[in-house]
């Protein structure tokens, strides 16, 4: 059985006269964490927005799952809603149930500390409550692939921990993990394996 959920094949991306993606093959597998990293403007970015389908393109991208979690870098948030309508209504989006919906806020809200700040407006909240939202959301839908841009921004070494823990644990569950980061020294015990890109290329990949 083909244990390979995502498949980039012949991927080229180009924006103006700069060609960000040249001819990208990559495969992503399941049980596996994938930690991409690179220079800024080597294409990490813009492969997780190949992946989820936010972008034009050439090549071929085969996704053989239904969900995808998604922690994007940076997002801008609709800071009149609170903590939890912000993470219901992307529940309700997601096709999730209400009473479904409910239920996970109560134990991923606890288990990611924002149980006291849940019904406080955005606008009010620090930037690692605003980065434990972007976490929780992805987590709502239970899905196949996660996919990490940048996801310790604003965490403290706690909430850092608790994330590499959750990876591990969606690797043993069966998932793939796709992440970018500046922080390779920080990852390195839970990724199976690292991807290096330069000039739109897979450059370079080791275990």
Avoid at 86 to 109: H, M, Q, R
Avoid at 147 to 176: H, P, R, S
Wanted: one cysteine or more.
């Amino acid at each position: 059985m083909d244990d390979v959920l995502v498949r980039l094949s012949n991927i080229t991306k180009i924006y103006g006269k700069n060609k960000v993606l040249n001819q990208l093959n990559l495969e992503f597998r399941k049980k596996k964490a994938y930690l991409l990293v690179g220079e800024n403007g080597s294409g990490k970015t813009t492969i997780l927005k190949v992946i989820l389908g936010l972008i034009s393109y050439e090549g071929e991208r085969t996704i053989t799952c239904n969900q995808i979690g998604y922690v994007p870098d940076s997002l801008h948030f609709p800071y009149y809603l609170t903590c939890y309508d912000f993470l219901y209504n992307l529940g309700l989006i997601k096709n999730i149930s209400p009473e479904k919906i409910k239920k996970a806020l109560e134990i991923l809200s606890k288990e990611w500390e924002i149980y006291p700040h849940i019904n406080k407006k955005i606008h009010e909240c620090s930037k690692g409550t605003k980065q434990k939202l972007l976490i929780i959301q992805a987590m709502l839908a239970n899905p196949d692939i996660y996919i990490f841009d940048e996801a310790l921004n604003g965490l403290d070494q706690n909430m850092q921990l608790k994330l590499f823990d959750f990876i591990q644990a969606m690797k043993d569950a069966g998932k793939t993990i796709i992440i970018t980061s500046h922080y390779f020294s920080l990852y390195k015990k839970v990724v199976d394996q690292v991807i290096y890109l330069k000039e739109g290329k897979a450059y370079d990949q080791f275990n």
